[in-house]
């Protein structure tokens, strides 16, 4: 099963998101993140896609949790979720076309907008992530490529990975 990241750079009320240029998710806006790479754990596989995509370096990121998709029957793939705070004092100018697409800072209430139609899936866990300290472990169901369903359950709080 394939594994990845999702990391979500915060800075005040902002995010920094990337619109991808490659699947999955092509022209929406998504976290930064990737493939987790064989004998790395999904925390050092975030620093380092976080470093890949966007060259910064995070001190400090926090696990939110675990996102698995299935058809129902087989999971065939993963992600793990991180938030790092930024200070306000940091200072990185966007937009920025990088080889993946293009950063930048996006507001929460543009990400979160209803008619907001640019978005990946984030609007289903990311709200949970930024505004509750108990992380849970999400299984999303797709059939036809459609989300069909989505549970949660609660990880334990000293889960760390
Ligand atoms: N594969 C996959 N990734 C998803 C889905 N939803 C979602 O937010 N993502 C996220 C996880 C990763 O942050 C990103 C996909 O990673 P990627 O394909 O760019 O990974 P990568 O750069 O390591 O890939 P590559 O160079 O090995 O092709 O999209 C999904 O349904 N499938």
Request: proline share 4%; aromatic share 12%; net charge negative.
């Amino acid at each position: 099963m394939a594994e990845f990241t999702i990391c979500f750079l915060k800075k005040g009320e902002q995010i920094l998101l990337l619109n991808r240029n490659y699947p999955a998710w092509m022209g929406a806006w998504n976290g930064v993140g990737g493939k987790i790479e064989q004998d790395e754990t999904p925390l050092a596989g975030a620093i380092r896609e976080i470093k890949e995509e966007t060259g910064i370096t995070v001190e400090e990121i926090t696990y939110k949790g675990k996102i698995t998709w299935t058809d129902g029957v087989v999971n065939y793939g993963c992600m793990y979720a991180f938030i790092a705070e930024l200070p306000e004092s940091f200072t990185y100018i966007t937009p920025i076309k990088v080889a993946e697409g293009i950063l930048d800072w996006k507001d929460l209430t543009w990400i979160f907008h209803p008619e907001n139609v640019g978005i990946a899936d984030l609007k289903h866990y990311l709200p949970t992530m930024l505004n509750e300290a108990t992380n849970y472990d999400y299984i999303f169901t797709y059939q036809d490529k459609q989300l069909v369903h989505i549970s949660s359950t609660p990880i334990e709080q000293t889960s760390t990975v």
